[in-house]
């Protein structure tokens, strides 16, 4: 059985949930049923019998348009395991762009990001170029773009913490830096960082980086690693906006795709287009009343 989960617009859910109800049917495939989420009121459950998922989630996308969706072939509960990208997901920026910015050389990064996130360029080149552009960028704007620049995804906390109060272990995995990602993880409540980390000399960059790449392999090999230490049965839940992400999201037991590039949201069992962050807890059956809001 294949189970989705949606959040959409109330004044024409009923009419678009007849529509995408009756195309699932063309199909020759039983919508068993079809309610609102008890305890989440504005997210709707279908259950649809041996539909096909890609083609249910394209009805589902065309009736739907601008929504928050999960599919999933197992019952959907909260995860063991919580695996999230961090730049343009868990916070309103790029990093690397926003440093750019104190070198002056902000519109030339963002389009090599820009394309990487894309999928358009191999992820290690793309990152030791901007890299090596920001040489001799002195070390304290690290500090002033973390104080200016840096926000939180709003949700975020509440998401993370929600989910730390339901057993599951979180991890932020980023291709950006340490140097951002170790206080936005200490922020949001995140217990493990993976990232890069970026050569410093005498208070200023060196243009290069320091020990191996986190890039796709390496986020996906920490979401199955920790999955396996967490041991049989741990169920895990990955999230991310560009094409770094597609391996992990591919590889988690659900993959969400946050406000995503093209490739990133085709690949994942759904996305959250619509709201916050906090969207993800109600698609997991999560009432407001329950949320931790630190």
């Known amino acids: 059985m294949l189970i989705a989960r949606l959040i959409a617009e109330p004044e024409t859910l009923g009419d678009n949930l007849a529509r995408a109800m009756e195309a699932i049917e063309e199909r020759g495939w039983e919508v068993a049923g079809a309610g609102m989420l008890e305890g989440c009121e504005e997210v709707l459950e279908l259950e649809v ?14 009736h739907f348009p601008d929504s928050d969706l999960l599919l999933s072939l197992h019952p959907i509960e909260a995860p063991r395991l919580f695996v ?16 750019a910015d104190f070198a002056g050389i902000k519109d030339q990064i963002a389009a090599i990001t820009e394309r990487a996130m894309q999928g358009e360029l191999d992820f290690e080149a793309a990152l030791r170029e901007r890299v090596g552009l920001l040489r001799d960028l002195p070390e304290a704007a690290i500090h002033q773009c973390l104080a200016e620049r840096i926000a939180p995804m709003q949700g975020a906390r509440t998401l993370v913490s929600t989910l730390k109060a339901r057993g599951c272990h979180t991890v932020l995995v980023t291709g950006g830096f ?11 409540g995140f217990e493990r960082v993976v990232a890069n980390r970026l050569e410093i000399r005498d208070g200023a960059l060196t243009g290069g980086l320091v020990g191996g790449i986190t ?3 390496v ?3 920490v979401l199955l690693e920790e999955t396996a230490r967490l041991g049989e049965g741990a169920t895990s839940l990955a999230t991310g906006d ?3 992400d597609i391996p992990m999201i591919e590889a988690a037991h659900w993959g969400l795709a946050y ?7 085709a690949a ?8 916050d962050l906090t969207a993800i807890l109600l698609l997991f059956g999560i009432p407001r009343e329950e949320w931790v809001n630190d």
């Open 84 to 99: 999230s990208d961090m730049d343009s997901t868990m916070i309103q920026a790029e990093c690397i762009d926003e440093l």
């Open 178 to 188: 340490h140097s951002f990602a170790d206080p936005v993880a200490e922020q949001l």
């Open 219 to 221: 986020k996906k090999a």
């Open 259 to 265: 406000r995503a590039k093209p490739k990133a949201r």
């Open 268 to 275: 994942a069992d759904g996305w959250i287009d619509r709201g």
């Open 215 to 217: 890039d796709s392999g």
């Open 49 to 62: 019998l041996e539909g096909d998922p890609a083609e249910v989630r394209r009805i589902l996308d065309a």
């Open 242 to 244: 560009g094409a770094n």
